[in-house]
């Protein structure tokens, strides 16, 4: 007698769903990790034109920003800035602060979690150089990116 199988075994099938189980465990946290740096790399990206005051804050006042370039005021004085940029996530804040004209994204939320990324010019012979720094609980790079 020749015998046809009808289908899958039940053995067949739970080894498939425990792959596929296993697969998802790795995955979805990764995903979720990759979607937050994405969020935070949006929200350094929109302080894209407050970099740009601070830089030619520091061109016009011979590469000095202490004073004259480390604040929303003194730039809306030295180069016109209209108002700090704000990022499309709720609760995050922008600020410069500090005699360094360090930018500060703070957020609170679920989106980009309790975060907070420093990121600091440094004026080296004209040129300038930017170093971001987090602070926050769980702000790993894994995170952020930074």
Known sequence: MKRVQQGFTLIELMIVVAIIGILAAIAIPQYQDY????RWADAVTSVA???TAIAECAQNNNN???GTCDSASALQTAVGLAALPSTKFANTTVSVAGTTGAISI????NQLGSCTV???PAVTGGNITWTAATTGT???KSKTGF
């Open 35 to 38: 979607v937050t740096r994405a």
């Open 49 to 51: 034109s407050l970099k």
């Open 64 to 66: 000095v920003i202490s």
């Open 106 to 109: 703070a957020s609170t939320n």
């Open 118 to 120: 420093t990121i600091t």
């Open 138 to 140: 769980g702000c790993s």
